[in-house]
């Protein structure tokens, strides 16, 4: 994984140093906060914290980058998707490039297009009996890369405060793997792709949304 680690970092880089490179009267950011973070991991009984910043570099451009920390969710007593863990901790990052269709007399405004990508690590404390009645807890590293094209339409709901909501089609492969396991149960799978949640690697179709809420600077 260290591999992919360098390519999102690189990806970073070169669209920083993109933005360095474009003067523009209408360059402006926006710092946003996903409220699709609430969810976590979207696997585990997680929530999380995603925070965020548009960067525009004219009119119809502009560029997105998200990062998100996962933790477990106390007052989650079972995982809206099935899969339950003991704890689950990880991070995301995610970076999207924006083309606005249409933008009114405000840059970062109306309807916009264009592809994200993003990856997710994570790690769950995992409990088991096994042999009858022994109790164990091991560990299932997963790690996730998807790419969409999105669509959204965002607006300024009042001064600086702006909605951006967005939805998108893509793929997404997922990795998992587990340590310390001792029984030979196969373990909960994931919803909606039956994958099982502690190992193996699979391809998948992919969708994605965000709800987003904006302070601009």
């Not at 790690?143 to 893509?170: C, E, K, N, S, T």
């Not at 994958?195 to 998948?204: H, Q, T, Y």
């Not at 179709?205 to 601009?216: D, E, Q, R, T």
């Amino acid at each position: 994984m260290k591999n992919l680690y360098f390519f999102i970092i690189l990806i970073i880089v070169i669209m920083t140093n993109q933005l360095k490179a474009q003067e523009n009267e209408n360059m402006g950011y926006i710092i946003k906060y996903d409220l699709i973070s609430l969810l976590g991991d979207q696997v585990t009984n997680s929530s999380g914290i995603k925070l965020g910043v548009e960067m525009v570099y004219n009119q119809s451009r502009s560029i997105a980058i998200d990062a998100m920390y996962i933790f477990p969710c106390a007052s989650c007593t079972r995982a809206y998707t099935t899969i339950t863990s003991a704890s689950t901790y990880g991070w995301l990052l995610a970076a999207e490039y924006r083309y606005y269709l249409v933008y009114g007399k405000r840059p970062l405004s109306e309807l916009h297009l264009g592809p994200q990508i993003f990856y997710q690590h994570t790690k769950s404390e995992m409990r088991e009996t096994y042999d009858g009645g022994l109790e164990n807890q091991y560990q299932v590293y997963r790690d996730l890369v998807a790419a969409h094209a999105m669509v959204g339409y965002q607006l300024r709901i009042a001064g600086p405060v702006y909605f951006d909501p967005a939805i998108g089609l893509g793929l997404r492969f997922i990795s998992s793997r587990n340590e310390n396991k001792k029984g030979a149960d196969s373990g909960q799978h994931e919803y909606p792709y039956d994958k099982n949640f502690e190992s193996g690697s699979e391809w998948f179709s992919s969708f994605n949304f965000n709800i987003k809420i904006g302070l601009k600077l």
